[in-house]
DNA sequence: CGCCTTTGACCTGCGC
DNA sequence: GCGCAGGTCAAAGGCG
């Protein structure tokens, strides 16, 4: 037993983050409940309006016997969660479930595509929560697709439109262009960058007012995770809670 | 060598 | 299903 928790522990460091770190989390709990001799994970709470259960066990695979024997008879529960597999680092871990366990999952990066139609503010988000589930000792990972409805994430998204011969200003960050397209009904094209920083996704685009080609239009889409790298930050500690802030910044000198 | 553009291909949602 | 439009990928090349 002790073996195979461990074994299970070792797998678990394995397993590569997924997903994006950006935006806000979605918290999801989680239960299971029996039904049919299968084994169900449904969500409930947290920014979850309702939810559906989207997919079952794997029909196949290494768990299939498992899942399709009929639990000991003196058991109440098949299985227990014994823990989960985070796709944010950063999340803490519970240390144990019996029947109830919460997990922090963080939603794609709330883009036009991944949300389109939903202008209502809610959205339908399909999320892939990998378990590890034990079950008599053994410890076996689990993959459900869970599809919910979710509170679309709020995107810092803001547009600048000014007048301005050349498309390339300085706004104190550094930026690589990703993609080029050109623009239905304007003769001038649109284009994407990202942010340079690494584990920063934030984007803008630029691009020529079609109605008036003498205005640059600038959209900047989600929040940096860093600071500028042009500014000097100036940074205190807090006595009481012993965190830093910025108590002020400056453009270093000699930086026009 | 590291970081940047360029650029066609690719992906996905939507309307017909 | 098909084509369009917007958005993204990634291989190749540029440049200090
Ligand atoms: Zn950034």
Not at 29 to 53: A, C, I, M
Not at 56 to 74: D, I, M, S, T
């Amino acid at each position: 037993m002790a073996a195979a928790s461990a074994e299970a522990a070792a797998a678990a460091e394995k397993l590569p983050a997924r997903g994006s770190s950006l935006g806000s989390s979605l918290r999801l709990k989680f239960y299971h409940y029996k039904y049919d001799h299968q084994y169900f994970v449904e969500d409930h709470g947290g920014f979850t309006r309702r939810s559906e259960l989207h997919g079952l066990f794997p029909a196949a695979g290494p768990g299939e016997h498992f899942f399709r024997r009929p639990p000991a008879a003196n058991r109440t529960s098949g299985f227990d969660i014994s823990d989960f597999i985070f796709f944010d680092e950063g999340s803490t871990p519970p240390t144990s479930f019996a029947q109830f366990g919460t997990g922090v999952i963080t939603p794609p990066p709330a883009t036009e595509s991944a949300y389109a139609g939903q202008s209502s503010g809610a959205a339908y988000l399909q999320v892939e929560v990998v378990l590890l589930v034990r079950f008599v000792g053994i410890y076996i990972y689990v993959i459900y697709m869970i599809r919910a409805e979710v509170e679309r994430p709020r995107t810092e998204r803001i547009a600048f439109r000014m007048k301005s011969e050349v498309e390339i200003v300085d706004d104190g960050f550094r930026w690589r262009k990703y993609g080029k397209k050109s623009v239905k009904n304007s003769p001038n094209p649109r284009n994407y960058y990202r942010c340079s920083t690494e584990g920063c996704s934030v984007k803008k685009r630029v691009e020529r007012d079609k109605d008036d080609p003498s205005y640059v239009i600038t959209t900047y889409e989600g929040v940096h995770n860093h600071m500028s790298p042009g500014v000097v930050y100036y940074t205190t500690q807090d006595a009481a809670s012993g965190r830093y802030f910025v108590a002020g910044c400056q453009i270093p000198p000699g930086s026009s």
